[in-house]
């Protein structure tokens, strides 16, 4: 019920430029005292693509490695029904959604339970849990421990019902780490929670340099005008990321921009969300058949690997989109702003700790406004570059993986003690 996740070699010195001499010496003084220990990380997937939880993990354990840490992944791998209940739970940890039935909750408990005998055998010294799938699992088992559960979503205002349920299992975690400070639930001891946000990889082929001539290439390929105004979400399909509101905000934006193109990177990649089939006949009914909205949901029918199409379409899109009504974070706003582009993000959740609003993009809290915002900065070039490295330098300074690395660093250190 677990599998072990192989991992790419990766150097913390191929990162040395990305560092201030600071970091890089607290890194070196807090793996010093890990050596000889043995942190497991556990969460659902392990696809590239598949997540932001995924691409981190495929950062952070191999420079841990690379540390002298005897770092590893394993992934959960329960029945279907175990992450249909999950998405509900995802959902309302979130605030939305329905209740969880008697027979659903007592379904996760008992896979909960079963996966638990496995994850015990690992014999870790130190358990990273990530997100609400695996979340009960350590309270089977006092051999899971201590354990840290890092939640990358919102958890200050769940349904009352879920958080009730689910209270007793995120309690049992030495501690717990959030994103952001908003997303501290009050329920939850101050001394246990820890609060710090993701990062990407600068070195992942999905953020690596690439020319805008091909990158402009790819999206002729794939069937896009790169000579006309294009603007783009790159989010997997669910509710929470809005997709039919960028599908409105777009038809809004055209009437004044009326060659403008819109890009939905909804490619399926991760297994852990049995509804987004469903999402995806929803979206598709509301393009109506229009040739300058392109829908990507079916990575086996794309000519290219998924993490040089992100790249590209980041790269060569006038604008990215994204609207999200919730957010953990928003990674790929993250990426798009490493890549210098002008963004326009939903006023929620981490994105607003990344986009400084006007400074280096926009948020945006309504379709309306969204796609007055798309108008202005289709028409405004010198903003849209302004923008852009504004938001490169943010990056840079804030939300790079090295900085990642030693926050789950000295977390383990803490629990250590």
């Known amino acids: 019920m677990i599998e072990e996740v192989k991992i790419q070699e990766k150097k913390l010195a191929d990162y040395r430029k990305l560092m201030p001499e600071n970091l890089k010496l607290e890194l070196k003084r807090l793996a010093e005292k890990l050596k000889g220990k043995k942190i497991v990380h556990i969460n659902t997937t392990s696809r590239e693509g ?142 246990k929670v820890v609060v710090f946000p993701p990062a990407i990889d600068p070195l992942d082929a999905k953020n690596m340099p690439m020319k805008k001539e091909y990158a402009r290439m790819i999206l002729e390929n794939m069937g896009i005008n790169p000579s006309k105004p294009v603007i783009a979400q790159v989010s997997r399909l669910d509710p929470f990321k809005d997709p039919i509101g960028v599908i409105k905000a777009f038809y809004i934006a055209k009437k004044t921009v009326p060659n403008l193109q819109l890009i939905l990177l909804a490619q399926n990649l991760a297994d852990d969300n049995p509804y987004s089939k469903k999402i995806f006949e929803e979206v598709k009914k509301h393009t109506k058949g229009d040739p300058d909205i392109h829908l990507f949901y079916d990575p086996k029918k794309m000519e290219y690997e998924n993490d040089i199409i992100v790249n590209a379409v980041q ?74 490295r504004h938001a490169k330098k943010s990056v840079t300074e804030n939300f790079l993986l090295p900085r990642l690395l030693r926050d789950h660093l000295k977390t383990a250190n803490e629990v250590l003690k």
């Open 50 to 191: 598949g997540g932001g939880v995924a691409e981190i993990l495929h950062g952070i354990v191999p420079l841990m490695r690379d540390l002298g840490i005897n770092a590893s992944w394993y992934t959960i791998e329960p029945p279907l029904k175990f992450f249909e209940i999950t998405n509900k739970i995802h959902n309302g940890l979130q605030g939305k959604g329905k209740k969880l039935t008697k027979a659903e909750k007592d379904y996760y408990l008992a896979q909960s339970k079963k996966l638990s005998k496995h994850v015990e055998k690992l014999g870790a010294h130190v358990y990273f849990i990530h997100d609400p799938q695996p979340l009960a699992l350590t309270y089977f088992s006092k051999k899971i421990d201590p354990s840290i559960l890092r939640i990358h979503i919102d958890i200050s205002n769940p349904l009352q019902d879920t958080w009730k349920f689910l209270l007793p299992y995120v309690s049992d975690h030495e501690k717990v780490i959030v994103s952001i400070h908003e997303f501290i639930n009050k329920d939850l001891p101050k001394k």
């Open 315 to 388: 790269i060569a899109s006038d604008i990215i989109i994204q609207k999200s009504t919730k957010e953990g974070f928003g990674l790929t706003v993250t990426e798009a702003m490493w890549k210098g582009s002008a963004v326009i993000a939903g006023r929620v959740g981490g994105i607003k700790i990344q986009i400084r609003d006007g400074y280096n993009g926009y948020l945006v809290s309504t379709i309306n406004h969204c796609a007055s915002k798309i108008v202005e900065l289709i028409k405004d070039k010198k903003l849209r570059h302004t923008f852009g």
